[in-house]
Structure formats: C-alpha cells, structure tokens
C-alpha cells in the first residue's frame, strides 16, 4: 500500500471520527456546564515517507486524529433567580455521587430532594469538600462566593470545588459529566460560585457550524485523494501484471 493511499485512508477515518466530534458539540451548544471536545491530529506516516508529490504531503499534512481534548474556557452566565442555581465562574468543577464513583460537573442546575439532600437535575447527590453528599434542614438556603452553604444564616457545610491539572485529565460521560482519566487526581479549586445563576455552554453555534462545515469538506478532500490513488494502484496493476 502506498503512503499516499495509506494517509488519505487514515484521513478519512479521522474526519467521520471527527464529524462525530463536532456534530456532538453543536448539538450541545444551549446545554448547561457543557464543555466542547476539540480534536487534535498528527502526520499519518513519519520520516521520509511522508515526502514525495505535493498530494501526498497535502494528505499526510491533514494527518490522523491523535485525539481529542476539552475545551475548559468560560462559558457565559445567564442569573435565573432560582437559589438552588448556581455557577463557577473560573476554573473548577462540583462533585457529585453517581452510581459509577464520583463525577465531576459544571452544571449547577441543583435541587433540594424530599429527604433534605442537595441533588443534581438527574438525582446524582451534590458532594461537599469532604466528598460527602450534601444535607439540608429546612430554611433559607444562602451559597457564599467561596462555595460556604449556609441555612437560616447557620454554616452548614463547604462545597466541594475541584480542578485538574490539565484537560486530558478528564473523560466525558454524557453531555455534563466527566471522570477522571487513568490516574489523574483532583485538586481543590477557588472558582467564584454565583448563586441563582446558571452557567451555558461554551460552544458558540456560529464556530460550531463551521467547524462542521470544515471536518465535512476536508472528509470530501480525503474521499477524492483516496479515489485518486486508488485509481493510480489499478493503472500500475494493469501496467505490471501483463509483463509478469
């Protein structure tokens, strides 16, 4: 097989991959706390391979997808006057208790349950810093900026707030939750917590749209690079066989 043919094949297999990878996050561009995953590629053959006819360095420059990684920029905060409502602004996750560990979120879209406990709109009980679930007697119910949870003016616990050292830290599941990748830890973070405010998406519809646009445009430029050597292999094949 030939390095050309070999790159626009892994080429095109990246860009549905990453279709998939765009499609996700334009379709979660109004979802709260969600954070977009950006692709990242690399050359699909190395070293002297990779050189020969300008097709073939255009190819192998779109490269294969390496991965992905989160996008953990800000996004924007919209107040809903709901004080079980509450959003980071800064870096910094909640922690909440599902039936798979501890996960991470930055939707803060919270209630309070029948039996007094602070819960998630998905029922996944809210941690605080000792990672235990949150519970709250009856009476106002007042979050500081530093994440202090109050009752009727009474302290009644802290928040748990975490970060992680780096974005591949971080595995998504579903559209707001995320686990720790491997071994990563987490450590304790100081975002501002806004109470009676939610935090939206950080995917903008506009770059959304065309991202997708372009994964599907390069996924056409690797379709016709393959059918172009795909065509080149028959005309050798005919050329070679005939004389064997």
Not at 9 to 31: C, F, K, M
Not at 166 to 183: C, H, I, M, R, V
């Amino acid at each position: 097989m030939s390095s050309g043919f070999y790159a626009a094949y892994s080429g095109l297999l990246a860009r549905t991959e990453a279709l998939d990878a765009a499609a996700s996050n334009l379709s979660n561009a109004s979802t709260r706390g969600f954070r977009a995953e950006r692709e990242f590629f690399r050359g699909a053959v190395m070293g002297p391979d990779a050189l020969g006819s300008q097709l073939n360095r255009t190819v192998n420059d779109f490269g294969i997808l390496a991965g992905n990684v989160l996008n953990l920029s800000q996004g924007a905060l919209a107040p809903t006057g709901n004080p079980f409502d509450l959003a980071l602004q800064g870096q910094g996750f909640f922690a909440v208790q599902t039936e798979n560990g501890i996960r991470y979120t930055r939707s803060g879209q919270f209630q309070r349950s029948s039996a007094g406990v602070l819960m998630t709109a998905d029922g996944h009980p809210v941690l605080n810093v000792k990672n235990q679930p949150i519970t709250l007697p009856v009476g106002e119910f007042v979050v500081s900026s530093d994440g202090e949870v109050s009752v009727d003016g009474a302290v009644v616990t802290t928040l748990g707030l975490w970060n992680f050292a780096a974005p591949e830290d971080l595995n998504p599941e579903g559209t707001s939750l995320y686990a720790p990748a491997g071994k990563a830890k987490p450590v304790a973070a100081k975002p501002e917590v806004r109470q009676g405010a939610l935090e939206g998406s950080n995917q903008d519809v506009i770059e959304g749209t065309l991202q997708l646009i372009l994964v599907q445009r390069q996924a056409e430029m690797m379709q016709k690079a393959l059918t172009v050597f795909d065509g080149n292999l028959d005309k050798t094949a005919s050329e070679v066989l005939p004389k064997v």
